[in-house]
């Protein structure tokens, strides 16, 4: 009285792709559907997962006449991972370089400003100006709210 748990949508697409993995070959819609069958996977979802496996790029589609060929070929899996390790370290090497040029240009805008007594002095006046605006313009406020227009 075991209930048998079905298979989960990886695991489907695992076995799909397995059937192409396992011969190098290109197979219609009918020879994919009998031999995942064969392997474990319901017959009436292998279309569902077949397709998302072609949107996703591990499974080519093409269509010559009236019927649709599949194809996956072993070296194309590690030849994409391999070009996307290729990828990933340009795209690292080109935000390290990003990196040191805004540091450079961080450490250039910090030239001229290094703390020093007239520039805390400076500093202090503008805070203090600062709050006097803020003052005056609550002032104004109070004064417009009693303004007759």
Same mark, same amino acid.
């Given at each position: 009285m075991s209930k048998r748990k079905g298979l989960s949508l990886e695991e489907k697409r695992d076995k799909v792709l397995e059937v192409f993995t396992d011969s190098a070959?290109?197979?219609? +819609?009918? &020879? /994919? @559907?009998?031999?995942?069958?064969?392997k474990g996977v319901v017959l009436q979802t292998i279309k569902e997962v077949l397709q998302s496996?072609?949107?996703?790029?591990?499974?080519?589609?093409?269509?010559?006449?009236?019927?649709?060929?599949?194809?996956?070929?072993?070296?194309?899996?590690?030849?994409?991972? +391999?070009? &996307? /390790? @290729?990828?990933?370290?340009?795209?690292?090497?080109?935000?390290?370089?990003?990196?040191?040029?805004?540091?450079?240009?961080v450490q250039q805008a910090k030239q001229g400003k290094e703390d020093s007594s007239e520039r805390e002095q400076l500093m202090k006046e503008i805070s203090e100006l600062q709050s006097q605006v803020e003052q005056q313009a609550q002032e104004l406020q109070q004064f417009a709210d009693s303004d007759p227009e």
């Open positions: 070959d290109v197979f219609v +819609l009918k &020879d /994919v @559907e009998k031999l995942a069958s064969k496996l072609v949107d996703d790029g591990m499974v080519h589609q093409e269509k010559i006449g009236s019927s649709n060929y599949f194809w996956c070929f072993p070296a194309e899996a590690s030849t994409k991972i +391999l070009n &996307d /390790v @290729e990828q990933a370290k340009a795209n690292i090497a080109a935000a390290q370089s990003r990196e040191q040029e805004v540091l450079g240009m």
